[in-house]
C-alpha cells in the first residue's frame, strides 16, 4: 500500500471513530456540566487532571517506544507485549497506592476521598490499555483503536445519562468512568487474543526491561511536560481561584480539546510511517512532512477563525447560558489561537521523536514547560481564566518556534511560504463573511462559510493539481507518484 493510502486508511478510521466518540463526548460534557453544579463539575475536572498525571508514572514513555520500535522490528513482539505488560503492572499498583497516599496527606477526606480513588483507578485502566493500543498502532490496525474509542464513548454516554436521570450524584459519575475503562480494557485483551498476533503472558527479561525503560525514558519526559503544557493550568486554577474557576475554564478548554483531536488523529495514523521512513532512509519522509503540516493548515484555519468570531454564540448554545460569561468567551477565543499552533506544529513534534530527534524534544518542551507555568503564575492573579488561556497560546508559539529551528537545521522542509500566505487569506474573507452574517442561524453560517472557505482554497491554489491528483489516486485506489 503506497504511502498516501496508508496515511489515508489509518486517518480515515480514527476520523470516523474519533467524529463518532467526539459526538458522544459532546453530549457526555454537556450532560455533566449542565447537571452537575459548578463546584462539582469543577472537581471532577480537577481531580481527573491530576490522575492524568499519575499515568505518566504508569507509562514512562513505553506505548511509545513500542509503537516506535515494532514498526522498525515486528518480529520482537511477542517479548516486547510481555515484558512491558509486567513493567506496567508494576507501575500501575505503585502509582495507585501513590495517589492514595498522597490524598490522605493532603488532607482529602469523605466523598472527595471517593472521587479522587475512583478517578485514579480509571486513569490506571487506561494505562494498561495503553500496551494493546501501542501495539496495533504499530501494525496500523487503526481499526482496534477506533473501536475502542467508539466503546468508551457509548458506554460514558449511556452511564452519564442513566446517573442523571436516576440522579446518583458525582460520585456515580465516577463509577461510570470506572466501568467505561474497564470494558475497553477488556475489549483490547480479547482483540490481542482473537487476531493473529502471537500469544503471550507477563514476563521478564532483564536485559529487555532495561532496553525498554531506557528506550522510554525521552517519551516520558516528553509526556510529563505535555501534562505541562495542556493540563497543568487546569491545576494552577485549582490552586489560585478554586473549583468554580476551573469549572468555566474546563468548560471553554472541553471545546478545544475536542477539535485537537483532528491532528492528533492526523500524526497518530502518520507516526508509524515516520518512523519506518526514517528507520529505511526513505525520501518520502520529506514529502510526508511538507505535505501533513500543509493539509492541517488548511484545515485549522478556518475552524480558528470561526470559533474566534461566534465564540459567545457557541459557549452560550452548548451550555445553555451556564458557561457564557464574557471570561468565559475570551478563554475560548485565546484558546483558538492555541489550537492553531498546534495545528500546525504538531507533524514537526512528530518528526522529532521519529527521527531519533528526542533528545531536541525534550529540550524543547522543557523550554515550553518552564514558560507555560510561570506565565500562569504571572497572568492568572491579573487576568484570571484568560490569562491561562493567553499562557496556553504563548506556550505553543514559542514550542512551534523552536521546533522549526531545530528541524530546518536537520534539513525539514516546511510547508511553502506561498501556500501559507494562500490559506491564510481564505480563512480572512471567510472571517470577513461570518463577521457580516453574525445575525443569522448560528449553523447556517458555520456551513456557508466553510463552502466558501474551501472554494477559495481551491479557487486560489492552495490546494493544488498535485494535491488534487494525490486525493484522487487515493479515492481510485491508485498510487500517484509526487513530484519531490
Keep these: 500500500m503506497s504511502v498516501a493510502k496508508k496515511i489515508a486508511k489509518n486517518t480515515l478510521l480514527l476520523v470516523s471513530a474519533n467524529l463518532f466518540s467526539m459526538g458522544l463526548g459532546f453530549f457526555i460534557n454537556i450532560y455533566i456540566a449542565r447537571y452537575l453544579s459548578t463546584p462539582d463539575y469543577g472537581m471532577v475536572n480537577a481531580v481527573l487532571n491530576l490522575s492524568t ?4 508514572m504508569t507509562d514512562l514513555g513505553i506505548s511509545t517506544y513500542m509503537t516506535m520500535e515494532l514498526a522498525r522490528h515486528p518480529e520482537e513482539l511477542k517479548a516486547y507485549i510481555g515484558n512491558s505488560l509486567s513493567i506496567k503492572l508494576v507501575l500501575v499498583a505503585l502509582s495507585f497506592a501513590g495517589v492514595l497516599v498522597a490524598t490522605f496527606i493532603g488532607g482529602i477526606r469523605g466523598n472527595d476521598l471517593v472521587i479522587v480513588s475512583l478517578l485514579a483507578f480509571y486513569v490506571m485502566l487506561t494505562a494498561v490499555t495503553q500496551i494493546f493500543q501501542a501495539v ?37 459519575l465516577s463509577m461510570v468512568y470506572v466501568v467505561s475503562g474497564a470494558i475497553v480494557l ?6 490481542m487474543l482473537l487476531s493473529p498476533y502471537p500469544r503471550t503472558v507477563p514476563g521478564f527479561d532483564l536485559g529487555i526491561w532495561k532496553r525498554i525503560i531506557r528506550g522510554g525514558i525521552p517519551f516520558s519526559l516528553n509526556a510529563l511536560f505535555s501534562y505541562i503544557l495542556y493540563k497543568v493550568d487546569v491545576q494552577i486554577i485549582w490552586m489560585l481561584m478554586g473549583r468554580d474557576a476551573v469549572a468555566s475554564y474546563t468548560a471553554a478548554f472541553k471545546l478545544i480539546e475536542a477539535l485537537i483531536c483532528i491532528p492528533v488523529m492526523y500524526s497518530t495514523a502518520a507516526f508509524p510511517l515516520i518512523s519506518s521512513f526514517f528507520g529505511n532512509r526513505d525520501a518520502n519522509i520529506h514529502f510526508l512532512m511538507k505535505k501533513s503540516v500543509k493539509y492541517l493548515m488548511i484545515l485549522g484555519m478556518p475552524i480558528v477563525v470561526g470559533i474566534i468570531l461566534t465564540a459567545g454564540r457557541i ?123 453574525s445575525g443569522m442561524n448560528l449553523f447556517l453560517v458555520i456551513g456557508s462559510a466553510a463552502v466558501i472557505y474551501f472554494v477559495l482554497v481551491l479557487a486560489s491554489g492552495a490546494f493544488s493539481k498535485e494535491d488534487i491528483d494525490l486525493a484522487m489516486g487515493i479515492i481510485k485506489r491508485q498510487s500517484p507518484r509526487p513530484d519531490h
Design 136 to 172: 496495533f498502532q504499530a501494525f496500523q490496525s487503526m481499526e482496534h483503536m477506533a473501536s475502542g474509542q467508539v466503546l468508551n464513548a457509548i458506554v460514558m454516554l449511556a452511564g452519564a445519562a442513566f446517573v442523571a436521570t436516576q440522579g446518583l450524584g458525582v460520585i456515580a
Design 315 to 437: 459557549m452560550e448554545l452548548i451550555y445553555a447560558g451556564k458557561y457564557d460569561a464574557v471570561a468565559d468567551v475570551q478563554v475560548l477565543q485565546a484558546l483558538a489561537f492555541g489550537l492553531l499552533v498546534i495545528f500546525f506544529n504538531i507533524i514537526p513534534q512528530q518528526m522529532l521523536t521519529g527521527t531519533n530527534l528526542q533528545r531536541a524534544s525534550v529540550r524543547i518542551n522543557i523550554v515550553g514547560a518552564t514558560v507555560n507555568i510561570g506565565l500562569n503564575f504571572l497572568t492568572i492573579p491579573a487576568y484570571g481564566i484568560v490569562g491561562s488561556a493567553i499562557s496556553m497560546a504563548l506556550t505553543q508559539l514559542t514550542i512551534s518556534i523552536l521546533t522549526y529551528y531545530v528541524l530546518k537545521r536537520a534539513g525539514y522542509k516546511y510547508m511553502d511560504a506561498m501556500d501559507a500566505l494562500k490559506i491564510m487569506g481564505c480563512a480572512l474573507l471567510m472571517g470577513v463573511y461570518v463577521f457580516f452574517m
Design 186 to 191: 477488556l475489549y483490547n485483551v480479547v482483540v
Design 53 to 56: 498525571l499519575m499515568t505518566l
